[in-house]
């Protein structure tokens, strides 16, 4: 969460400061500022609007040093006063600019003790501790003031620090937070982001800094200490000189994009994961003695971690159990030596489910796979094997096609273990598989229903409050669609699996508080079917999805959509589209900010 860039480089740095904040708002998009050092000091901008306002502000601005930031808000709300960059003292010249993404854990302690000392402060943020501590510390030399200030601090955290008085100088620290610093491409200078997508077409290479690593760099030199204060060197790549800007095309919102390109996204991850797993398989990855699985994820990916949990009892006969991963690393749980623990992630950067893998490392765990969209990542980094989907770029906020291609992959997953664990067949597997395959046209057979869709979406759009039913992993598949709801339309959206309805949540239902609920044509329909009947007696209106084989009229109180037939597990899959296009609809006539809502980030890397 949040974005960090800032250089001193030999020419006006701040378009590079501009446009790596713009590339940068995925991480935050609550406020956004800038700092730079001139004659006459530091000077900042600052903007609670989108970086396009703080560029128009900044026109004017020129500097061949500073820091920037995007802020996703943690500790205060998104007004001026709390963006970053933070400055110390809060009166007068400043002499400290600092830009963080992170928490500083112990806070109010360092706070408190500054404010005895007579320190003001002029935000609500924790950051501010930091600008303050190193003013005090500083005697004329950042890189001690930001070493000793770091040893009081606690938490996870990336820095970047300039002082008025020596502006040809940026300190930074790397502490939980990814940081790296970049050589200026074809001319002298450094530059310090919080991810390399800043630095593209910026810098020429890059280094990752490690964890406990504190750098220093003026235009022309730059060294790394390590944790323990030894000069080190890290290795230096190639950055790319060019960033591709994903193009909209013919649609209004990247969400609205990314839904549509769910055919061709499942394609090339069902392909692609079948090869890896296959080549993996004559390799060294074996199955056979697993005898649990753990899959471990936050938010939509959680959700496809609990169908995928369900599928694998199902076909591999073996325990399987999703656990939310904030909530996992801080229960006592029984590890086992023998358990296959699967991360599930977009970003591979969700700080709660790289801990919670760390944590099930500690704890003894050590054979794990992630299943993820970005093979760059940490995700992919800290773990013993992984499964890459091939969404592609995933801009919208609300997470679409990965988790469909997480499914996917999770699906092929199953399968590779049920064969090592004699539970498939060659025969079962091999007809499974062909039902994957046979996915992406399904998808695009279910895309086709948007009209209706829409029309769902006029007599929703002034619902305050809406419940999702589903039974079996069709819960999971009303989970999604009630997340997908809350993210983008802002209407409150609970699921509950159906027959839980009658202990309690019934209460709830009113002609004023619809419900939406998929029904596969399987076992558990007609239970399902009973508890809509139970929401219809209380005068509640349903809209419900089956499959399309199944012969059911909408009625006063009843919409149906029948969804294209997709019999058995792969049914979540298909299920789950009208759910994404309902909420993208919604959002569209409630004129949210679709791809970006408010209070979010698309990567999550603070706890
Ligand atoms: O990148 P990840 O899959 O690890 O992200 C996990 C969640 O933060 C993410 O799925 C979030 O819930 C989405 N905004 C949902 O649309």
Redesign the pocket.
């Known amino acids: 969460m949040c974005g960090i860039v800032g250089g001193i480089v030999d020419s006006n740095i701040v378009p590079t400061l501009l446009q790596g904040l713009l590339r940068l708002e995925y991480r935050g998009y609550d406020s956004c500022g800038l700092s730079i050092s001139g004659e006459s000091g530091l000077r900042r901008l600052r903007s609670i609007s989108r970086v396009k306002d703080l560029a128009e502000n900044a026109r004017d601005l020129k500097s061949r040093s500073g820091l920037a930031h995007v802020r996703w808000a943690s500790h205060g709300r998104p007004t001026i006063a709390n963006a970053h960059p933070h400055f110390s003292p809060t009166a007068g010249e400043p002499l400290i600019s600092v830009v963080h993404n992170g928490i500083i854990e112990n806070y109010i302690e360092l706070r408190a003790r500054l404010i005895a000392s007579g320190v003001s402060f002029a935000s609500e943020t924790d950051t501010e501790v930091i600008a303050h501590l190193v003013a005090d510390l500083y005697r004329g030399d950042l890189l001690s003031a930001v070493r000793e200030a770091i040893a009081s601090m606690r938490g996870s955290f990336a820095i970047a620090v300039m002082s008025s008085r020596d502006p040809d100088r940026v300190v930074g620290a790397r502490a939980g937070s990814p940081l790296l610093v970049g050589r200026a491409a074809g001319k002298s200078g450094y530059l310090v982001a919080s991810d390399v997508l800043a630095l593209a077409g910026v810098a020429g290479e890059a280094a990752y800094l490690e964890e406990g690593d504190v750098f220093a760099f003026s235009r022309d030199d730059v060294f790394i200490l390590s944790a323990e204060g030894k000069a080190v060197e890290r290795h230096w790549f190639a950055v790319s000189s060019s960033v591709s800007t994903p193009e909209l095309g013919p649609f209004q919102h990247f969400m609205q994009k990314e839904i549509f390109e769910q055919p061709n996204a499942l394609a090339d991850t069902i392909d692609g994961v079948q090869a890896d797993l296959v080549t993996a398989q004559r390799g060294e990855w074996d199955f056979g003695d697993v005898d649990s699985v753990l899959l471990l994820?936050?938010?939509?990916?959680?959700h496809a971690a609990k169908i995928a949990a369900q599928w694998i009892e199902t076909h591999c006969g073996i325990v399987a159990n999703a656990e939310i991963a904030s909530e996992y690393k801080y229960r006592v749980s029984v590890p086992g030596p023998n358990r296959l623990v699967v991360t599930?992630?977009?970003?591979?950067?969700?700080i709660d489910?790289l801990t919670a893998l760390r944590h099930a490392k500690r704890l003894g765990m050590t054979r794990s796979i992630a299943i993820c969209n970005v093979g760059t990542s940490a995700l992919v980094r800290e773990s013993d094997r992984h499964l890459l989907t091939r969404a592609g770029l995933e801009v919208g906020?609300?997470?679409t096609k990965?988790f469909t291609c997480q499914l996917a992959a999770l699906f092929a997953l199953t399968l590779a273990i049920g064969r090592a664990q004699g539970r498939l067949s060659e025969e079962m597997e091999r007809d499974h598989l062909t039902q994957l395959q046979g996915l992406p046209d399904k998808v695009s057979a279910a895309l086709a229903l948007e009209p209706t869709i829409i029309s769902w979406a006029q007599a929703l759009q002034r619902r305050e409050h809406v419940l999702f039913l589903g039974r079996g992993i069709h819960y999971a598949v009303a989970m999604e669609g009630a997340?997908?709801m809350k993210?983008v339309s802002y209407i409150h959206a609970d699921a509950y699996p159906a027959g839980e309805l009658k202990h309690g949540p019934l209460a709830l239902v009113t002609p004023e508080v619809p419900i939406v609920a998929t029904a596969p044509n399987d076992e558990l329909f007609e239970k399902l079917y009973s508890n809509l009947q139970e929401v219809r007696a209380r005068r509640g209106f349903v809209y419900l999805l089956v499959d399309s084989d199944l012969s059911l009229e909408s009625d006063d109180d009843l919409r149906i959509l029948p969804v294209p037939l997709q019999r058995g597990p792969l049914a979540a899959i298909l299920h789950t589209i009208p759910l994404q296009l309902l909420a993208y609809h919604i959002a569209c006539l409630r004129q949210t900010d679709v791809d970006k809502p408010r209070n979010?980030a698309?990567?999550?890397t603070v706890e």
């Open positions: 994820a936050c938010g939509t990916s959680f599930v992630s977009q970003s591979g950067e969700t489910t906020v609300a997470s990965a997340l997908k993210e979010l698309k990567s999550l």
